[in-house]
């Protein structure tokens, strides 16, 4: 029996104009699946930050999504430079990003902060000079599955 | 689904079963079965895009007959201000309102006046719920329906105030009554629209619990019978206008958000623009945003598909109307209008939704993909769904089988006849 969907998405890196394909294809397959609006959101606005994150700062990588019936789950994998502080990170409003990426509206220092928010449950590992992995989860709860 | 119903008809024999409308659908909600175009009630927001479309006039809009005016001893009508912007060298709104006089209303309100109202009551609901920023406008009954069924989260951003022309139903009603002493059945209420979307939202209407109006007249058939009342009007024009800048405005995009008087709005109209910025706004990029426009039509009312001139042209004209009108003429007062507030709850119809259960709708989403997979990819609508994905969904919704795809088809005969040959071979 399937327990569980798995969806895979390549994200490149710098290539703007594609970001947030794979959040935008993730929140209708909720929406078709008739998960409870909420849950969408958090996953969506949590998956975009990341999604964002990665073709900002990384070198590329892949997202993969495994929707259960009592959760869902996004693992960001990317090659990349790694987070040398991920406690700094974290805070509101910090940013590495460049400006050519800042004048486009993105970089704004928000992208952890709003996917710890957003997640139910958030993982970092992260090795510099090499990548970083966020796993993120969201939980359905059972009265609304 | 609470018996909705929708304004688009099919006339069979015209309908060649060609893809055109099915790809152009916003919401997917065209099939092509047994040859012949058919909409699925429940996904169809009736923007009208199929209608434009349709090579072969096969789509039509429903709407009444001039003739249902006859059903009532008093009737009043409700021009919609992207009426005035059809006529050329139109100089007086006045000439509009009495020529509808002639063609046999008893009374003209203007949906623009109303609009008025609406605008000065938005400005106040702006201001006191910054919590719900930014505010979408509900005037455009396909916009409120597309939310209701795909944008859950925002229905909560919803501006629940009554749309100009349910608020003008309203007060037309009362005034007419007052008038003439007659109950409000024997009152017909006849709302002359540039889009059958407001046929549905009288049937079935979102936010209030029943439309006041009786009748819907398309604006392309009022505005032949005018023409020639209108030039009978010129030498004796009644003075009946009574909205401003603002209420005119309401008649194309931008009008119903530059009338907020703030700047920090975002207007977008033409179905597929109205759909990203929706997208966006769910994915929450417009936070510092207070008020949004969406007009599913380009250029706002004037480009609905029931009105005559270009749009943008209609446009100009509008603008050209208002240049020397007072900012607003119409204002709201508490003992006429009463409440001018949505009675009714609007809730999410998850309509596309494919399982019963999460567990349910896992198995099906897992059999979508397979089927994804193993379908060439080419969208090319030959099966009757507009994309090979829409054929996955539609066989898991067990409305259609994996032998729709001619390709998948042609690899089964191909299979088959291979079958055949060997088995000849075998003899």
């Known amino acids: ?145 | 689904m609470s018996g909705f119903n929708n304004s688009v008809n099919l006339k069979k024999e015209l309908c060649m079963g060609c893809i055109n409308c099915i790809k152009r659908c916003p919401t997917q909600a065209i099939r092509v079965r047994d040859g012949k175009a058919f909409i699925i009630k429940e996904f169809c927001i009736d923007c009208g895009e199929c209608i434009r479309i349709c090579p072969h006039h096969a789509k039509e809009a429903t709407y009444d007959s001039p003739d249902i005016m006859k059903r009532f001893e008093y009737t009043v009508a409700l021009p919609a201000p992207s009426l005035y912007g059809q006529f050329n060298n139109l100089e007086d709104i006045n000439i509009v309102l009495t020529a509808l006089k002639k063609m046999g209303f008893d009374d003209v309100y203007e949906v623009s006046s109303a609009a008025e109202i609406v605008s000065e009551l938005t400005r106040a609901y702006v201001a006191n719920n910054k919590d719900k920023w930014p505010i979408i406008s509900t005037a455009c009954p396909t916009v409120v329906r597309l939310i209701k069924i795909r944008f859950p989260n925002l229905i909560d951003h919803l501006l629940p105030i009554y749309a100009p022309v349910d608020l003008a139903a309203i007060n037309a009603r009362k005034q007419a009554m007052d008038k003439t002493g007659l109950s409000s059945e024997k009152i017909g209420i006849i709302f002359i629209s540039p889009c059958p979307a407001k046929v549905t939202a009288v049937k079935s209407p979102i936010g209030i619990e029943k439309s006041e109006i009786d009748g819907v007249l398309a604006m392309k058939e009022v505005y032949t019978i005018l023409l020639p009342y209108m030039k009978e009007s010129m030498n004796n024009v009644e003075d009946i206008g009574k909205s401003g800048r603002i209420g005119i405005g309401w008649g194309s995009s931008g009008g119903e958000a530059g009338a907020l008087l703030v700047d920090n709005y975002l207007a977008a109209d033409g179905i597929d623009n109205v759909i990203r910025v929706l997208d966006d706004l769910e994915d929450q990029k417009f936070e510092q945003l207070e008020f949004i426009e969406l007009n599913a039509c380009s250029g706002g009312c004037v480009g609905g598909v029931l009105t005559v001139e270009n749009p943008y042209a209609a446009k100009v004209k509008l603008k050209r109307l208002r240049k020397y009108l007072p900012v607003s003429c119409t204002h709201y007062d508490e003992n006429i209008n009463g409440d001018t507030y949505w009675t009714e709850e609007v809730l999410y119809e998850p309509v596309f939704k494919i399982g019963s259960n999460m567990h349910d709708s896992i198995m099906k989403m897992a059999r979508v993909e397979e089927l994804c997979d193993r379908f060439p990819g080419l969208d090319c609508g030959s099966c009757g769904a507009p994309t090979c994905k829409a054929l996955a969904e539609d066989i898991v919704r067990g409305v259609a089988k994996e032998e729709d795809c001619i390709h998948i088809l042609k690899d089964y005969i191909h299979k088959l006849s291979g079958e055949l040959s060997r088995l000849d071979g075998k003899r």
Do not use: C, W
């Open chain 1, 1 to 145: 029996m399937n327990e569980s969907i798995t969806l895979n998405y390549d994200v490149d890196s710098n290539d703007f104009t594609r970001a947030g394909e794979a959040s935008s294809s993730v929140k209708r397959k909720l929406k078709l699946m008739g998960v409870d609006p909420d849950i969408i959101r958090k996953v969506a606005i949590s998956l975009y930050e990341g999604e964002i994150n990665m073709v900002i700062h990384s070198y590329g990588g892949t997202i993969e999504v495994i929707i259960s019936t009592d959760m869902i789950e996004m693992i960001l994998r990317d090659k990349g430079p790694g987070i040398e502080d991920t406690e700094l990170a974290m805070q509101a409003g910090y940013t590495t990003a460049p400006d050519n990426i800042r004048s486009l509206g993105f970089g704004a220092g928000m992208g952890l902060p709003n996917m710890k928010k957003y997640s139910d449950d958030l993982k970092i590992e992260s090795v510099v000079g090499k990548g970083t992995t966020v796993r993120m989860k969201v939980y359905i709860p059972k009265n609304i599955s």
